[in-house]
């Protein structure tokens, strides 16, 4: 079948959007930035980077859901980049090495300038409530944020478990939110200890960000008010927070979240034998992430998959004795665009069990909101809020994260607090909302004529390559870097992390895997002779030569109109989504007619939209060439210690340890 290509102009959208880790990030994070950056040994700077657009960077090293590694580009090569652990290694390092004024590193809050020019109460001391917190103190507003536990953290704190999420990492972010400006009022339970009538008529705005502590009950289960059975995100809070909590040596947990996975862990670290984890869809409907899955099973958990709860069984004194459950098929896709399930007649079948976790999602508490007649609702989906202003009814009060939108990721709480927040700051103070950072666009060109000719040819192309866009010599064959963790029999304990952390070789390795996505191949027509060497050299089959007449022109760039006039032109189509940015096509070009084209910008806050940046980092590893050789000092690592390092060069290994270069092949047409 004949193949049709659409031409499209290149611009900062477009460049912006070949970045698609950056993009994928809730909160904006220029990941590529902070691992190149990790990848020369520059971790405080990389963590630095890392923190600015996150207040709760260090939470989100270890438990994000890590959407930027789904987007990661590098899986079309092998494996995508473990930007999360490299960003909990950074934590990690930072907090552990660096001394500021002779005292141990803390993370920076915002700065004070002058008095605060409003005051803003946050309900709830989540991720959500803190990073708005954030924002608003850099905004000049003075916060006070209300929580009714004795500790903030909010579900980062009590429902995700500390063999995962150190306590002491949830206080590096709070530490970094917290000065004159932002203050913790907690133990304080708003409709109880304070009226939020009282918040409104106190403060110039309300931001609730309570989250989703409401356990799910569903009517069709029988029995659930029986001895032994109790909502996972309880049992999570009391277990986590030093509360007696007993579980039987036979759990069953209802559900295929997160929060199904930590109830079950918890379980077997409280000395469960037998764990069933029981999900009414296939394994491949799940939400949780390989990884977890994988950490759980590894755990001897048990799963089953294509099972409905139908009635808790229970002993003639009313305690839970086990679950009946109905066996499932898969039917149409619901709403969500997952398959629903549908019982099978006569499949039943029971689990014995003394307790029973009920992991069936959560819905946030309203009944507190009812001394304002406008939120006197039954459901809180009834409750009115804008989605582009996160104003409700009323219009001092606003709400956002969880409590908005129901039960999310940790990293789409904290963009949502953050977008909550700008919209706070409009409304209290138009001015105050404006992001003072003039928007900037840079396209820098990088070819081989702008190289003197004597530098980057003493280890061969592959040293030419590092000059054009900072690439390791090794960065195309370094594995995956595998998390050290805990063997099972040494993971018992409720407070023993799990993951023990890249050490500064491994970190360096992964980070030194990144393709460096704001780097794009352009093609000069008026200079390619059309030979052919670029598609040759090329290791992805990244560019290929198409026939001008299998071009679609749409009119919009007139020169594509008048190239198609001429019936034997030919068009290169390059597959950015496939180029590893090796440069091997730039150094093969005879006319230079092929150049890398680094894209940096800032982008201010407009609307929702968060600012993001994407130039930091090179502001610390800059790619002229000077005395003689790049700035950006040699590998520190030696790859030959990862396991599964892929030897490409006969053995032949060079100075530092690495593989010497192989001189790519040509091909002669």
């Not at 989906?381 to 202003?389: A, C, S």
């Not at 390559?465 to 409720?494: F, T």
């Not at 700035?631 to 790859?639: G, N, W």
């Not at 396991?643 to 690495?658: A, L, Q, R």
Request: hydrophobic share 35%.
């Amino acid at each position: 079948m004949r193949e049709l290509y659409q031409v499209v102009e290149v611009g900062p959208s477009w460049y912006q959007d070949n970045i698609p880790c950056q993009e994928a990030c809730p909160v904006k994070t220029n990941c590529r930035g902070y691992l190149n950056l990790a990848a020369a040994g520059e971790f405080e700077k990389a963590w630095e980077l890392a923190l600015d657009p996150n207040p709760m960077a260090s939470i989100c090293g270890s438990v994000c859901a890590a959407p930027c590694e789904t987007a990661c580009r590098r899986k079309e090569v092998d494996k995508p980049l473990s930007i999360r652990y490299v960003k909990k290694f950074l934590s990690d390092w930072t907090h552990a090495s660096v001394r500021v004024d002779g005292h141990s590193y803390t993370q920076p809050p915002p700065p004070v300038i002058g008095p605060p020019r409003g005051r803003v109460a946050v309900v709830g001391a989540g991720c959500a409530g803190l990073s708005a917190a954030s924002d608003l103190a850099k905004l000049g507003f003075g916060v006070s944020v209300f929580d009714a536990l004795d500790q903030a953290g909010g579900t980062a704190l009590a429902g995700v478990p500390p063999f995962r999420l150190p306590r002491e990492v949830i206080d590096r972010d709070i530490n970094g939110i917290i000065n004159e400006n932002v203050e913790l009022r907690l133990s304080t339970y708003v409709g109880r200890d304070v009226t939020l009538k009282q918040l409104h008529d106190e403060y110039d705005a309300v931001l609730v960000t309570a989250g989703c502590f409401e356990p799910n009950y569903p009517a069709e289960i029988k029995n659930l008010d029986a001895d032994g059975v109790m909502a996972g995100i309880v049992f999570l809070e009391r277990a986590y927070r030093g509360r007696p909590v007993e579980v039987g040596k036979n759990v069953v947990v209802l559900g295929g979240g997160y929060t199904a996975m930590d109830c079950a862990s918890t379980s077997w670290r409280l000395g469960a034998d037998n764990v069933s984890i029981v999900y009414r869809r296939g394994r491949d409907e799940m939400v949780v992430d390989e990884e977890e899955l994988t950490e759980t099973e590894r755990e001897g958990i048990h799963f089953v998959y294509l099972a409905s709860p139908v009635e808790v069984l229970t002993t003639e004194w009313g305690h839970a004795r086990g679950v009946r459950f109905i066996r499932n098929k898969l039917g149409e896709p619901d709403k969500s665009g997952r398959r629903s399930p549908e019982p099978i007649a006569g499949s039943e079948f029971d689990v014995p069990c003394e307790t029973v976790l009920l992991a069936l999602s959560q819905n946030p508490d309203t009944t507190w909101l009812a001394d304002i007649p406008e939120f006197r609702v039954k459901r809180y989906r009834d409750l009115k809020v804008d989605p582009d202003t996160y104003q409700t009814s009323v219009p001092k009060i606003f709400m956002a994260g969880d409590y908005r939108e129901g039960p999310s990721t940790i990293i789409a709480a904290v963009a949502d607090g953050r977008s909550a927040a700008q919209q706070v700051a409009r409304f209290l103070d138009p001015i105050a909302s404006a992001v003072n950072v003039p928007e900037y666009h840079e396209i820098v060109t990088l070819r081989r004529s702008s190289t003197p000719d004597n530098i980057g040819q003493i280890a061969g192309e592959a040293e030419l390559a590092r000059v054009y866009h900072n690439m390791s010599v090794d960065y195309d064959r370094i594995p995956r870097q595998e998390m050290p963790k805990l063997a099972k029999r040494e993971r018992r304990g409720l407070f023993l992390e799990v993951n023990q952390g890249y050490d500064q070789a491994q970190a360096i390795a992964e980070s030194d895997r990144c393709l460096k996505c704001n780097f794009n191949i352009e093609i000069i027509g008026e200079l390619c002779i059309i030979c052919g060497g670029c598609v040759d050299v090329c290791p992805m089959d990244v560019i290929h030569m198409v026939d001008m007449s299998d071009v679609v022109d749409d009119g919009a760039i007139p020169a594509v109109g008048e190239a198609k006039k001429w019936g034997q032109g030919v068009a290169f189509f390059l597959d950015e989504t496939a180029c590893i940015r090796c440069a091997l096509c730039v150094i093969r070009c005879p006319t230079d007619a092929i150049t890398m084209n680094r894209y940096g910008a800032v982008m201010p806050a407009m609307g929702k939209t968060l600012p993001k940046e994407s130039i930091d980092d090179e502001v610390h590893l800059d790619l002229t060439v000077g005395g003689g050789r790049a700035i950006r000092p040699l590998p520190m690592y030696d790859p030959a210690r990862a396991s599964g390092y892929k030897n490409g060069h006969n053995g032949h290994v060079g100075e530092n340890g690495h593989a010497a270069p192989e001189r790519s092949k040509e091909h002669v047409h």
